[in-house]
């Protein structure tokens, strides 16, 4: 028999039995690998959790200094208004804006993948370029872009003879969702196309061998190859969108009529009460429960698939 | 038969060593082979076998999507070219009455002594520093998530979603308290520590180690007797480089846009990344009796992208053979 | 191994998280922190609108050569509060000196953390300053800052758009001859002004609802009434203020301090402003194009006659309580506000509260440069002689709330309604004060609503 080629996968066999002992024997080699992310991520985010969970159970005020007061923090969350009306509406925008944004990047990738553009480098890293620039900077461009009076809207309308207001209150929201799909579309394009990079060139000869269409690849190879890198952009979108917070902050003060304000968006309610309003106690509070509306949703909406994924 | 049901220590662990062997260069023939397919497909101007045509009409379509991508930046070049009286008087797709764009770049390095200059250094030192070591950290991470059933393995996702999933407002207090407590607001640790933790690049590396890094590797590795460190940085380190190098950009961008942290922990000028600076230079204008400095503002804008998009340049090799690391996994 | 690298981060993050929990309430004991007079190494935070304070601090190391002075520019006056009350919580990381906006120097004082200059011999100086300014640094009739500069609410307008609309902006001495300006001016396509409502207006509110004497708040130790509808001076603003929206007389569409802001100030849709004194520095680098074209002026009167002014802006230097050095922090402040560093500071474009430099001949002197250029842009005018008579002009007492930055931040999302014609400026500064109300509660104030 043939001591060399032919003999390896039954060695593979050999060895399996072994790596399953291990599995039952706590295998510690991966903290190995684990540990410093692990001390930076306890120190950067963990502590401060705690104590941002320790000081939710407190109230400080400028009269009578700092308080046990229990759970009175979530209980006044739970009947502010202010509080909820910012969570419906970034749900709201997450439930538009996620949706487009990934739709637009999974088609981007695609097509850059598919080699069939002329100039696909010039393709790739202009729709990568705008996640490069800073969140002041773009929304300063924005602005501009939007405004009614002086900016491309206005030259439309004057132009046209229209009347259009991109940041009047009720497309505002939109407006906004723009501006960010602008930013982040290249970002998440480019965690799909690096994966569609990854899938080996050997699967599309041999479905070109089986006279599979191009449509028949896109479906059979690579859109069940983004479903990984899928899961995790849903859910680092979904966490991104609740979190709304530079975009509304820096147009408010362009905006007309204070449309934007300063319980805009969960984030800028927790950023005003802790900074201005004196009650980071209540802000602790705040937080505590936006982390968890947050899990709950992303984890409805892709969890267990990208559990499914990591087992 | 019988000598073979029954071998010795010594003879299994050459058989082990001669199988591996050969995997090793069966694995590298593939390799080779579908580089040296991709080139010549790239050459020829396909690489999917099953159309090996270009399309005008999907190059149209994404040529808008590109001009929406991109014109923005047509703003950035034009407004960096104008002067401030220029930038409140004329419109602004217009180019001004002068063209000042070499003004406003010397003005810009020169302006309050030069600190734009030092805000450039920190940015590249917190990005160097910072970044560098986000990326290394997610790289042993995401590979030991992938690659080991450690103790603790399956809290992990779990946790660090969880934590990620409190708003990083609520937390830059506890944040900078705890770093007021150690002493380390106001030096370029407090930039740089938390810039170590990339949670999305842990992710990403976790994805692509498990995808790219077959087990059969590393076991026929580790029973070469290689070590842990040794097997991952000669067999899994070269295998992740596409993934690498989206989860450095990453972070690299991550680092060099990062505005809200540093504005809590710095006060200190000196020790400002370009961010921050810039963002003192807009709000002079809305200052009582401050100068307002929007040519400069622009302009270091435009200056702060240029080297992001030469980073990109310099990486975007890496993903084109991605299709290495693909070949392995079968 | 693993497991005690796993051990020893795990009581780290333990020890450091009870270390945390412990460090809220520790406050120090001011007097024993003065320090040597003479002899420290200062830090001092604040933004540096005139890009003087380099020079300022050099004189005056080389005047108390045993003190260094170490400036952080902090940007903006919100950053710097906020930056000072996270030091302070953290109870280390605070400057020895810092620059703060007047109205949030009670919330810093309530919450004890600046030092009682009074201690050091400030409260002989309220003389030597414009009363305006003096005032607002005032907490239980003890000072807490010096004032650095000061802002004596103006009327600046654009000559040529008032001529055009056959206005003469010279005869606008009070409010009802501004109305009627306001009209002839809406008939030639411009507005007289912009008010928006938000929370960049609240200064200008407070100037412009002080100069009519009203008391929207009062702050009484732990109690606090709040009448924001019933006063009566908030009636006459209000009236006045919602018949100019009504009769869309002012722009409510552009906020202060936006791009916009800028480009309609400098293509005439904005013909005058009323604002601080600090204005012209603004107005030469914002709007450009309209060189030689804007005036300043008096603010106009409620009743024909009067002279009453108002404080819109102003900045003052405080003494940190956390501070090792107070008493050369003191020394330093003194320097900047009353000493020589007054009036390098004056000498490069901020406004003085410092009387001596106000009625001094330089200050108003046309020949010398920088007054030249200032005049220049506003046709010849001199502009100092009319802003330092605003200056000296006395003004009604006006108390802040402790927690000012709430007031303003607030101030937007509830009075813009009005602006936007939602509802009427009285329902939403109605809804204003409610939630004035609210804030104060949770406080720990009393509160009473009128």
Redesign the interface.
């Known amino acids: 028999?043939s001591?060399?080629?032919g003999?390896?996968p039954e060695?593979?066999g050999l060895?399996t039995p072994e790596?399953r002992i291990n599995?039952h024997k706590?295998?510690?080699?991966?903290?190995?690998?684990?540990?410093?992310?692990?001390?930076?991520?306890?120190?950067?985010?963990?502590?401060?959790?705690?104590?941002?969970i320790?000081?939710s159970f407190f109230k400080?005020?400028?009269?009578?200094?700092?308080k046990f007061v229990g759970l009175e923090n979530y209980s006044r969350l739970l009947s502010d208004t202010q509080f909820w009306s910012s969570v419906g509406r970034v749900a709201i925008f997450t439930i538009f804006q996620v949706p487009v944004m990934l739709f637009?990047a999974a088609a981007?990738a695609l097509?850059l993948d598919?080699?069939?553009?002329?100039?696909t480098?010039?393709?790739?890293?202009?729709?990568?370029?705008?996640?490069?620039?800073?969140?002041?900077?773009?929304t300063?461009?924005?602005?501009?872009?939007y405004?009614a009076?002086?900016?491309?809207v206005g030259?439309f309308n004057s132009f046209f003879g229209t009347h259009i207001d991109v940041l009047s209150p009720d497309v505002l929201l939109a407006a906004i969702a723009n501006i960010n799909t602008?930013e982040f579309?290249?970002?998440n394009m480019?965690?799909f196309?690096?994966?569609l990079?990854?899938?080996?060139?050997?699967l599309?000869?041999a479905?070109?061998i089986d006279g599979?269409?191009?449509w028949q690849?896109v479906k059979s190879i690579k859109l069940p190859e983004l479903k990984?890198?899928l899961a995790?952009t849903v859910?680092?979108s979904i966490?991104g969108s609740?979190?709304l917070?530079?975009e509304p902050s820096i147009l408010?003060?362009?905006?007309?009529?204070?449309a934007i304000?300063?319980?805009y968006t969960?984030?800028m309610y927790?950023?005003?009460l802790?900074?201005?309003?004196?009650?980071?106690n209540?802000?602790?509070a705040?937080?505590?429960v936006?982390?968890?509306i947050?899990?709950a949703i992303?984890y409805i909406v892709q969890?267990k698939s990208m559990?499914e994924?990591?087992k | 038969m019988t000598s073979n049901g029954r071998l010795t220590e010594a003879e299994l662990k050459a058989q082990e060593k001669a199988a591996k062997a050969a995997e090793k260069a069966r694995q590298k023939r593939i390799a080779a082979d579908e580089k040296a397919e991709r080139k010549r497909a790239a050459k020829n101007g396909f690489s999917n076998p099953a159309n090996p045509t270009r399309s005008i009409g999907l190059t149209v379509v994404c040529a808008i999507f590109a001009i929406y991508c991109l014109f923005p930046f047509a703003y950035l070049a034009i407004n960096a070219t104008k002067t401030q009286a220029d930038f409140t008087s004329t419109f602004g797709m217009g180019f001004g009455k002068t063209f000042a764009l070499w003004d406003n770049i010397v003005t810009v390095f020169t302006y309050q002594d030069g600190i734009f200059g030092r805000w450039f250094i920190n940015t590249i030192l917190y990005v160097v520093v910072g970044a560098g070591g986000a990326t290394l950290l997610a790289i042993m991470g995401g590979y030991a998530l992938a690659k080991f059933r450690f103790p603790g393995r399956n809290l992990c996702f779990a946790i660090i979603i969880g934590a990620i999933s409190v708003p990083g407002i609520a937390l830059a207090v506890p944040q900078f308290l705890l770093f007021a407590k150690l002493n380390l607001t106001n030096t370029p640790w407090s930039m740089i520590i938390p810039s170590l933790v990339s949670t999305f690049g842990l992710y990403l590396m976790w994805i692509f180690s498990d995808q790219a890094v077959p087990d059969e590797l590393l076991e026929a590795a580790r029973v070469d007797g290689a070590g842990e460190f040794r097997t991952f940085f000669q067999i899994s380190l070269p295998l992740l480089a596409p993934g690498i190098v989206t989860t450095a950009l990453f972070a690299i961008v991550a680092t060099w846009n990062n505005y809200f942290l540093p504005l809590i922990m710095l006060k200190d000028s000196n020790w400002y990344p370009l961010t921050i600076g810039l963002n003192q230079w807009k709000d002079q204008a809305s200052t009582a009796g401050g100068q307002a400095i929007q040519n400069l503002v622009i302009t270091g804008s435009l200056i702060t992208i240029i080297p992001l998009v030469i980073s990109f340049l310099c990486l975007q090799k890496y993903w084109q053979s991605g299709l290495a690391a693909g070949a392995v996994k079968e | 191994m693993r497991n005690v690298k796993k051990a020893i981060a795990a009581t780290a993050a333990i020890a450091t998280l009870v270390g945390l929990a412990a460090c809220g309430n520790g406050s120090g004991d001011g007097n024993a922190n003065k320090g040597d007079a003479d002899k420290a190494e200062l830090v001092f935070w604040g933004w540096d609108s005139g890009n003087s304070m380099k020079d300022i601090i050099a004189k005056f190391e080389k005047a108390n050569p045993g003190i260094t002075v170490k400036f952080n520019n902090t940007g903006t006056a919100e950053k710097t509060s906020t930056a000072l009350s996270n030091a302070i919580a953290a109870g280390n990381g605070a400057p020895d000196v810092v620059m703060l906006e007047d109205p949030t120097v009670t919330q810093f004082a309530v919450t004890d953390g600046l030092v009682d200059l009074s201690e050091f011999g400030a409260d002989k100086l309220a003389d030597d300053f414009a009363a305006g300014p003096w005032n607002k640094l005032q907490y239980n009739s003890k000072p807490y800052a010096l004032p650095i500069d000061s802002g004596p609410e103006m009327f600046f307008y654009n000559k040529a758009v008032f001529d055009k609309a056959g206005v003469d902006g010279e005869s606008i001495k009070t409010w009802d001859d501004y109305y009627e300006a306001a009209k002839k001016i809406r008939a030639t396509g411009s507005y007289i002004t912009n008010l928006a409502g938000t929370s960049n207006d609240y200064q200008p509110f407070t100037a412009q609802i002080w100069q009519a004497g009203a008391q929207p708040w009062k702050v009484d130790g732990e109690k606090i009434t709040i009448n924001m509808t019933k006063d009566e001076g908030m009636q006459r603003y209000i009236k006045f203020v919602q018949k100019l929206i009504d009769e869309d007389l002012v722009d409510t569409k552009t906020p202060n301090w936006s791009d916009d802001w800028n480009r309609e100030l400098n293509d005439g849709t904005i013909a005058s402003l009323t604002i601080g004194a600090w204005m012209p520095i603004n107005l030469m680098t914002g709007a450009p194009d309209q060189a030689g074209n804007w005036r300043v002026a008096q603010l106009p009167q409620w009743e024909e006659g009067q002279e009453v002014s108002a404080e819109d802006g102003g900045s003052a230097l405080a003494v940190v309580k956390l501070s090792k050095n107070q008493a050369a922090a003191y020394k330093f402040i003194e320097y900047m506000t009353h000493g020589d560093g007054a009036q390098v500071m004056a000498d490069t474009g901020t406004f003085p509260s410092l009387k001596k430099i106000l009625t001094s001949d330089s200050f108003t002197d046309p020949t010398t440069e920088a007054n030249k250029k200032t005049n220049d842009y506003f046709g010849g005018q001199n502009v100092n002689e009319v802003l330092s008579e605003a200056a000296q002009r006395p003004t009604e007492k006006f108390q802040y709330l402790p927690y000012n930055p709430f007031a303003q931040s607030s101030y937007g999302d509830e009075v813009s309604k009005a602006y936007t014609g939602e509802i009427t400026l009285e329902q939403a500064l109605e809804n204003y004060g409610k939630k004035l109300a609210e804030q104060g509660e949770q406080q720990g104030y009393t509160v009473t609503v009128k």
């Open positions: 028999m001591q060399t080629v003999v390896s060695m593979a060895h790596a599995k706590a295998d510690w080699r991966g903290w190995k690998f684990m540990w410093p992310f692990a001390v930076v991520f306890i120190f950067v985010f963990i502590i401060p959790i705690c104590y941002a320790y000081i400080k005020q400028m009269i009578g200094g700092t637009l981007m097509a598919s080699m069939k553009l002329h100039g480098k010039f393709f790739r890293i202009s729709t990568f370029l705008p996640y490069a620039v800073p969140a002041v900077v773009s300063l461009i924005w602005g501009f872009v405004g009076k002086y900016g491309l030259s602008w579309t290249g970002y480019l965690i196309y690096s994966s990079s990854t899938i080996p060139h050997s599309y000869e479905a070109s599979a269409s191009e690849i990984g890198s995790i859910i680092f966490i609740f979190q917070f530079n408010q003060n362009m905006v007309p009529g204070n304000t300063t319980y969960p984030n927790a950023y005003n802790s900074f201005s309003g004196n009650q980071s209540y802000a602790a705040l937080a505590i936006m982390a968890i947050t899990m992303a969890l559990k994924q990591m």
